[in-house]
Nanobody, 126 residues
Framework: QVQLVESGGGLVQAGGSLRLSCAAS????????MGWFRQAPGKEREFVAA???????TYTTDSSGRFTISRDNAKNTVYLQMNSLRPEDTAVYYC????????????????????WGQGTQVTVSS
């Protein structure tokens, strides 16, 4: 069983930055593929970025170049650095963990993740 706790959300002006953190319990964190998803009001939850055990990362066209996902296996933590934030980035951001490796096409699929955090709110004002 893996428990995920997100933090770092908040209110920021457009063009600003935030760094989200996701602390994971469990001894096998380093073997998990970790993903970030988000859900805006009235919209479905969508993939943002993912990172595998080796540090290989996957982004969407929207998050690429603005967001950076990273992990510190010694701290059982995954991060999402978000720069150049836009009002349309406003959403609840969720951290998710998937046991084992996964290719770029798989990491974007919510159903492939085994564990989810409770989410952290990010609000970007214009």
């Amino acid at each position: 069983q893996v428990q995920l706790v997100e933090s770092g959300g908040g209110l920021v002006q457009a063009g600003g930055s935030l760094r989200l953190s996701c602390a994971a319990s469990g001894r096998t964190f380093s073997s998990y593929t970790m993903g970030w998803f988000r859900q805006a009001p009235g919209k479905e939850r969508e993939f943002v970025a993912a990172i595998d055990w080796s540090g290989g990362s996957t982004y969407t066209t929207d998050s690429s170049g603005r967001f950076t996902i990273s992990r510190d296996n010694a701290k059982n933590t995954v991060y999402l650095q978000m720069n150049s934030l836009r009002p349309e980035d406003t959403a609840v951001y969720y951290c998710a963990a998937k046991a084992g490796p996964a290719g770029p096409a798989v990491v974007a699929l919510q159903g492939r993740y085994n564990y989810w955090g409770q989410g952290t709110q990010v609000t970007v004002s214009s």
